[in-house]
């Protein structure tokens, strides 16, 4: 099937990066094969130099197997399609998606500006690898008031996550992107929340967006996977250098598990995003709960902000619960489904304790005694799952 510029989303992932039909056969399989490779060779020194010219140019012309073939291209072509994107390129992780960004559009002496919610290994590429470059960075709420006391001369990029890791806060991506115009910067955003499919930074002014298809893209808990998308033509030029002389690859297996993964994306998200919503409104009614952070509750600070600029949500949500540090451990040992861990956006439930030193106190969230605990809800019945967190509730009182 013929892909249709106009056709839903939902669609575009089914039909995009499908395999071709065999002119000689006329016959294809459905999905795209794994297309494994290190050499690469070619039919003669003519075709040879029209991809070494076209690489030249910027173009994804495949000398050597590290860029990758037909899967890579396929995955690609399904980020560019999340994320209105002219070009996509593969990393190994979301950090290292991260990585290349940042290292794509920095030069050693420039300063960053990077909204202090971002994911926290931010702060650990900065300690160990922007310093050693020269490179400064200020971390402050992402507001312009805030940012324009930060902002120096050599200010270069303003990093963001939104919504902000952890508690997710929702930024005002239209107002920070206005913002770095003004002050030439260039704004990058993990995107990796939305992952393109309910939410799309580059349509609301950012310059990069970021995601790590480890989480929702993938959905299955079973790769590493970022990518790095852009619409500008001399950013993605930077991009590209960076990309070919910081020698990324990617497994083309792990590249045909996310174009499967995002086969499905549509159905995860949404059911996911329901079953939160569904324990979000169970834990409203419970008396340890002081505080839910979640975008699509009508009761959070960011509702509007998501109302405006996002199509849907996730699992993901953080309960602040009136619990001391060793009863907010109870509680999180005595749950059964969700199981305890770092990642999200895979089939299963999962929870984090979140450390008080991983926040910043600010208008937004405010530092108490109360435990922070940080839920991803999976495709389990959201009834077995309030009923695993009511039975760990009470365990964690007694």
């Known amino acids: 099937m013929a892909k249709n510029a106009t056709a839903h989303l939902d669609t575009l992932l089914q039909h995009t990066g ?3 039909f065999d002119p ?14 290190s050499t690469v060779r070619f039919q003669n020194l003519d075709v040879l130099d029209r991809a070494q010219a076209g690489k030249a140019k910027g173009e994804r012309s495949v000398t050597y197997g590290r860029v ?11 980020f560019c399609e999340l994320e209105g994107a002219e070009r996509a390129f593969l990393a190994s992780s979301g950090m290292g998606a991260i990585t290349l960004a940042l290292l794509g559009v920095l030069n ?8 202090d919610c971002a994911y926290g290994p931010v702060r650990y590429l900065d300690k160990t690898v922007l310093t050693r470059m020269n490179i400064g960075v200020s971390y402050c709420r992402a507001i312009v008031s805030e940012l324009e006391a930060q902002r ?9 996550e939104s919504p902000g890791s952890l508690l997710f806060e929702m930024l005002d991506i239209p107002a920070l992107a206005d913002y770095a115009r003004k002050h030439n910067l260039i704004l990058i955003a993990d995107n990796t929340w939305g992952s393109g499919y309910v939410y799309r930074p580059l349509d609301l002014g950012a310059d990069i967006s970021v995601v790590a298809g480890t989480k929702y893209v993938g959905g299955h808990s079973d790769l590493m996977l970022g990518a790095v998308m852009a619409k500008d033509p001399a950013i993605v030029k ?10 990324y690859s990617v497994s083309a297996d792990d590249a045909w598990l996310a174009i499967r993964g995002a086969r499905t994306l549509p159905i995860r998200m949404r059911q996911s995003a329901e079953n939160a919503l569904k324990v979000c409104d169970f834990l409203a009614g419970r008396s340890e709960v002081a505080r839910i952070y979640h975008p699509a509750l009508p009761s959070d600070p960011g509702h509007a902000i998501w109302q405006r600029d996002c199509t849907g949500s996730n699992g993901m949500l953080s309960v602040e619960l009136k619990l001391n540090p060793s009863a907010a451990r109870r509680f999180v040992d005595s749950l059964t489904l969700f199981g305890i861990g770092f990642s999200w956006g895979g089939f299963e439930s999962l929870v984090q304790l979140v450390d008080h ?3 910043q106190p600010h208008g937004y969230w405010q530092r108490s005694d109360n435990a922070i605990v ?6 389990e019945s959201p009834d077995d799952l309030t009923a695993d967190i009511a039975q760990a509730l009470d365990k964690a009182r007694a």
């Open 152 to 160: 120096r001369p050599n200010t270069r990029v303003l990093y963001i």
């Open 18 to 20: 499908i395999a071709q």
């Open 68 to 78: 990758g073939m037909d899967t890579h291209a396929a995955l690609e072509e399904v």
């Open 238 to 247: 930077r991009i590209n250098d960076t990309h070919y002389a910081m020698g």
């Open 374 to 379: 940080r839920l991803h809800i999976g495709l």
């Open 24 to 37: 000689s056969t006329g016959s294809a399989p459905v999905a795209l094969p794994s297309m494994r490779t």
């Open 108 to 115: 050693a002496g420039d300063h960053v500006l990077i909204a």
């Open 357 to 359: 030193g991983a926040l």
